[in-house]
């Protein structure tokens, strides 16, 4: 089993939908989770930090995590043209600063 | 602006030759990273280092070299020996402790 994974996609919704986009990890000892945004041919970039269990959230953005179920999500309301890009999850152990990025998944968002 | 940078943004190689990517980081962050992406994959780890004079390989280190002089530069020479060298490689770092970390935009190595 793979220790991060997530649906690759791609993923196509209508212009102002919800998007939802999950993760799943193995390893237990993951306390904190990333969130990434990555446009096509550009570096990856940070859009949301969380340590706890539960909803953070960052304008149109919530992410969730559930360490019971080693599932983490990352919501995007109304999205836009602009959030068309590849998402990675990436948690990692406290202590540590040796992240564990999954696959990524890509989504389209059409006008 | 503070910030990391990668160079080139293309680079070609004829087979045989050895290249050098260039990182350097102006965010005093303590460690840095090399990752390689190819087409529809997740980042894979290359090297990494959490202080000057100090690295780690990674889970693809074969047929890749770096060096850690300075707390600033993290340079990676893609050498002869990597089999498969076509690929996006990112270069990122962070502080110590979890702050996530900053990549650079990116640098595509085509072997020709």
């Known amino acids: 089993q793979k220790e991060v994974e997530q649906d690759p996609g791609p993923l196509s919704v209508p212009e102002g939908a919800i998007v939802s986009l999950n993760c799943t990890y193995s390893?237990?000892?993951?306390?904190?989770f990333m969130w990434y945004r990555q446009y096509s041919r550009k570096g990856p970039e940070l859009l949301m930090y969380?340590?706890?269990?539960g909803n953070k959230e960052d304008g149109r953005f919530t992410a969730q995590v559930d360490k019971s179920s080693k599932y983490i999500s990352l919501f995007i309301r109304d999205s836009q043209p602009s959030d068309s890009a590849t998402y990675l999850c990436?948690?990692?152990?406290?202590?540590?600063?040796?992240?564990?990025f999954g696959p990524g998944t890509s989504l389209s968002v059409i006008p | 602006d503070g910030g990391i940078t990668q160079s080139p943004k293309y680079l070609f190689r004829k087979e045989g030759q050895n290249v050098t990517l260039s990182c350097e980081q102006n965010?005093?962050?303590?460690?840095m990273y090399w990752y390689r992406q190819d087409p529809g994959q997740g980042l894979r780890l290359i090297y990494y280092s959490q202080i000057v004079n100090d690295f780690q390989k990674g889970d693809i280190a074969e047929g890749y070299s770096v060096s850690r002089e300075k707390k600033e530069s993290f340079p990676l020479t893609v050498t002869s020996a990597q089999k498969n060298p076509t690929a996006f490689y990112l270069c990122?770092?962070?502080?110590?402790?979890?702050?996530?970390?900053?990549f650079g935009s990116g640098t595509r190595l085509t072997v020709v």
């Open positions: 965010l005093n962050h303590d460690a």
């Open positions: 990436a948690p990692y152990p406290r202590q540590y600063d040796k992240v564990i």
């Open positions: 969380t340590y706890s269990s």
């Open positions: 990122a770092s962070s502080f110590l402790g979890g702050s996530g970390y900053t």
């Open positions: 390893n237990s000892a993951f306390q904190y």
